[in-house]
């Protein structure tokens, strides 16, 4: 091996595990909902992939309305998808928590089974009705970042949009860890996931935290469909591969830790794109899941965790 | 099958049991008889024949994964996995070898059932060979067939060396998965991504058509189509029906109800398990056969797609998990609603997700739920299940 | 007495937390041997080695003369090891009189003639027959416990593993299960018994042991093993 192939390599192998890294804050904040929902309430909601496509859809519809620097959308977004996901929790998803179930006197199997059955029908529902709306035309949010970098060498180079993504993922899960720590909401939050029974004892409205986590849990889906609008296109039926993505992420950082999202992610990102730079970009995909069934066989409670 | 355990398991004597279920078998054989007849009767290239089959196969579909999720408490979104590669066998018998009709069908069985076996095998080897073994023993027959590629590259069937390596490196790992340890939301995510995978490979394989799909030219006519999807529901509703009332079936929703307890009762909780998946799969093959006969056109994005999943969790709530009627009721709700409603709207699939989550709110035991219990404490119909196998009626 | 359960040097660890450390004695046919220590002395993992649910790091089991150290807990049932859970485990769905059917049918591989007699001996003995045709699911807790060990006693076990079963019971349902125990034992069946509550102890078993830390503190009769220093300072913090 001459010297400029080994430098090569090294080039390679540093710009595999920048991008990678990059890539974790985006992972990170696709699946902090989903992790929040899990740690809070036990649900894991298999149309968290589809509402992240729905918050990109919904970015393009007002940016189309208002055409302004796509950055301002988030402002009436987040909230919008804040109160979709508190709506949809009081009046659908409280519905079918295993205490609802249990009270409706059906079995402790279908207490496990009914939300992912229903989150399972939400997410053929979104698809299709994005679809009926909106066809299967490939959509993006045009804006001037997608194609800039940030050269740190002659041959090493960072995507600013990835960048700025990983330092809002770290701003926004930094404020989620805060809020939950610090506000009373937030501490009720806590308890709840703690156990959700004593916390109704003591006087907590667990059907309005649910909802909060809900709200929460789509909020961070608007960023995170914001983010892949910006840096991708997008389709009515792209939601399921997020869903896996976003579930692998959080089993890698251990079920339902905030930190161990960020972990996940970075630990993913690398994976992916290591793979790709190694054996062609048909890899990335797969190695992402094959990392994702390992950890779900070998390490079910993370690799973060003891 | 021995159903001399009848009487024993459910509360009422054997005899009653006997007599009053009478009426349903003569029900069941006319009913049998009807279909047998219709395509006599309406023509045999007609628009309800092939509805009839639609039926037919979404039943069988539907029985396959009832039969994992709601007896043996495993939640699979992967069964598009075995609709896929059935097809994908079958397309590729014919189109390679020409193989007779039955040849085709069976295949279309069996190489789901090769597969499931690859995924669970792990879990309750029973051969001579430890697991570790076995493993050792394939990865040492992918290795050798690596090496015999590099110095012989005709018989790399594969195309290309990314598809060979991901193919091989895919399905040595899945033999090392152990798939049924894992419950709830981790096994619905496993399932699907192995789907996932799965799929991800047959886009790029050559030699099943490089992502652009193959045809199925089976050779069928649609009356034959037709008598086989009847016969292969019958059967396995039968089947399902016997299986239940033997001890098997009580070992069944013994684990489905918890494993630990299970095994601490003597039940192999993992040969269960295994069982289920298998026949699931063997199945879920062979009705995804008689499907893409009469589609007659095999791609990795139709065959592999996440709405087959949701089509039978449609078929399966609709009618009722964990009851034997439950698929045959959902099936033909489902054909209603997606062939007929749903080529009038073009919705089919909105629809079916709205009455889906709708169906859980309000009907979480299905249709067959819905006139099951008045049903159930008249004819002592099927014992175990008079015990509400999911609801709680009896608390 | 011939012994039925060797147990050897049993240790567990997970990672560096040892919960088990050589542990080693041996219980005779028809005998009823207490276990009691402190919450988390190592009790439940010991019934987990024992039933099969948990494999140990080092040492070994032996069940009427066979090593059982890796046999599936499936296995040690139908050889005739019963166990019950200390937060009562049912088969929800099904009926009392099926829980019991598939413990006898499976476990204990009896034909149906004499599963059915014996299922009913053994709703007698636990005092369940007027539940017989009540769903597991919805029994009120203390007939919940007496349906824990009804099973485990319907596969007609040569041992018998009881965790914990006085919690949350009064007095005089706590007599009723001593008085079922000996009844157990009449029929020369083993008892391997864990209890936090001691008195309970005293009168039902034969012998007891006293685990703390995952050791073995002291074995003996009750008396004198509650006569000993070492036990009165562990549960007397003396």
């Known amino acids: 091996m001459t010297t400029e192939d080994f430098y090569w390599a090294l080039i390679d192998l540093a710009n595999g595990l920048m991008t990678g890294a990059t890539l974790g804050g985006y992972y990170a904040l696709i699946s902090v909902g989903l992790a929040l929902t899990f740690g809070v309430m036990k649900l894991v909601n298999l149309s968290h992939g589809d509402w992240l496509i729905v918050a990109a859809y919904l970015a393009v519809v007002i940016l189309g309305l208002y055409p302004v620097s796509p950055f301002w959308v988030l402002l009436p977004l987040v909230p919008m998808m804040f109160v979709i996901g508190y709506v949809l929790q009081r009046g659908l998803l409280n519905r079918v928590s295993t205490f609802a179930v249990e009270r409706r006197g059906l079995s402790p199997i279908m207490a496990m089974m009914l939300p992912l059955l229903i989150t399972f029908g939400i997410s053929t529902v979104l698809s299709q009705a994005l679809q009926l709306v909106f066809s299967t035309n490939a959509q993006t949010i045009r804006n001037d970042y997608s194609f800039s970098a940030i050269a740190l060498s002659q041959d090493l180079s960072i995507s600013t949009l990835r960048l700025g993504f990983l330092v809002l993922a770290a701003v926004l899960i930094g404020a989620l860890a805060l809020f939950i720590q610090r506000t009373h909401i937030g501490r009720a939050i806590r308890a709840t996931s703690d156990d959700a029974e004593i916390a109704a004892l003591m006087g907590m409205r667990t059907a309005h935290v649910y909802g909060v986590a809900s709200g929460l849990s789509l909020m961070f889906a608007a960023f995170a469909g914001f983010m892949i609008g910006m840096s991708r296109s997008f389709q009515p039926f792209d939601g399921p591969p997020y869903l896996l993505t976003a579930f692998g992420v959080v089993v890698i950082g251990g079920l339902g830790s905030l930190g161990g999202c960020f972990l996940g992610g970075i630990v993913l990102g690398i994976t992916q794109v290591l793979a790709g730079t190694y054996f062609g970009p048909a890899a990335q995909q797969l190695a992402g899941y094959l990392l994702i069934l390992l950890v779900l066989a070998a390490r079910p409670q993370g690799l973060f965790k003891r | ?395 | 007495m011939t012994r039925i359960l060797e147990v050897t040097n049993l240790t567990k660890s997970f990672g560096a937390l040892t919960v088990a450390k050589d542990v080693s004695f041996d219980v005779a046919e028809g005998e009823v041997l207490g276990v009691i220590g402190p919450n988390g002395a190592g009790k439940t993992t010991l019934f987990g080695m024992l039933s099969g649910h948990i494999t140990p790091s080092s040492g070994t089991v032996r069940f009427g003369g066979k090593d059982i150290t890796t046999t599936p807990p499936h296995r040690r049932a139908q050889l005739g090891i019963g166990r019950t859970y200390q937060v009562p485990k049912p088969f929800g769905q099904m009926t009392v009189e099926q829980n019991l059917r598939v413990a006898a049918t499976f476990a204990g591989q009896m034909d149906q003639r004499t599963a059915d007699q014996w299922i009913g001996e053994t709703l007698a003995l636990t005092g369940l027959s007027a539940h017989a045709g009540a769903l597991a699911g919805g029994l009120p807790l203390l007939v919940r416990k007496r349906h824990e060990l009804a099973r485990a006693l319907a596969m007609r076990p040569r041992l018998l593993l009881i965790d914990e079963v006085a919690a949350g019971l009064t007095e005089e349902e706590v007599s009723a299960f001593i008085t079922m125990v000996k009844s157990v034992r009449s029929l020369g069946i083993a008892v391997v018994w864990i209890e936090h509550v001691i008195r309970t102890m005293l009168t039902a078993t034969d012998r007891l042991m006293v685990l703390a830390d995952g050791q073995i503190v002291a074995v003996g009769s009750p008396e004198q093993v509650m006569a000993l220093p070492e036990t009165r300072r562990i549960y007397l913090g003396a």
């Open chain 2, 1 to 395: 099958m021995d159903l001399s355990n009848l009487s024993a398991i459910g509360a009422p004597p054997v005899t009653t049991n006997a007599s009053k279920s009478a009426p349903w078998r003569i029900g069941a054989l006319v009913l049998l008889a009807a279909l047998v007849i219709v395509p006599l009767v309406v023509g045999t290239d007609s628009y309800i024949v092939h509805l009839l089959m639609t039926a037919f196969i979404f039943a069988t579909l539907g029985h396959a994964w009832n039969l994992m999720a709601g007896y043996g408490g495993m939640l699979s979104v992967g069964q598009q996995v075995f609709i896929g590669i059935a097809g994908f066998s079958e397309a590729i018998l014919i189109y390679y070898a020409a193989a007779p009709l039955v040849a085709v069908w069976i295949f279309a069985g069996l190489v789901p059932l090769a597969f499931a076996a690859l995924l669970v095998a792990p879990m309750g080897i029973r051969w001579p060979l430890r697991r570790s073994w076995a493993l050792v023993v394939f990865f040492c027959l992918v290795a050798g067939y690596e090496i015999a590629v590099t110095v012989k590259p005709e018989l790399d069937i594969f195309g290309d060396n990314f598809t060979r390596r991901a193919f091989l490196l895919l399905f040595l790992f899945l033999g090392g998965l152990p798939l049924l340890r894992l419950r709830g939301a981790h096994f619905a995510i496993a399932t699907w991504l192995i789907a996932e995978s799965v799929a991800t490979i047959f886009s790029g394989w050559p030699l099943a058509g490089a992502g652009g799909g193959m045809q199925v030219n089976a050779d069928v006519d649609l009356l034959t189509l037709y008598y086989l999807a009847l016969g292969l529901v019958a059967v396995v509703t039968l089947g399902i029906f016997l299986w239940m009332r033997s001890t098997f079936g009580l070992a069944l929703m013994a684990v489905r109800d918890d494993e630990d307890a299970a095994a601490s009762s003597g039940i192999d909780v993992m040969r269960i398990k295994m069982s289920i998946f298998l026949i699931s799969a063997f199945v879920t093959g062979l009705a995804a056969g008689l499907y893409f006969m009469d589609a007659m056109i095999i791609t990795p994005a139709s065959g592999f797609s996440i709405s087959w999943s949701s089509y039978v969790v449609f078929v399966v709530v609709a009618g009722g998990m964990g009851t034997v009627s439950g698929p045959l009721i959902g099936a033909i709700v489902f054909v209603v609603v997606d062939r007929i409603l749903g080529q009038m709207s073009g919705q089919g699939q909105l629809v079916l997700g709205l009455m889906s989550i709708a169906l859980m709110l309000l009907l979480p035991q299905g249709l067959a739920g819905l006139f099951g219990r008045s049903m159930r404490r008249r004819t002592h119909l099927i014992p175990f299940l008079r015990s509400p196998s999911i609801s709680g009626e009896g608390q």
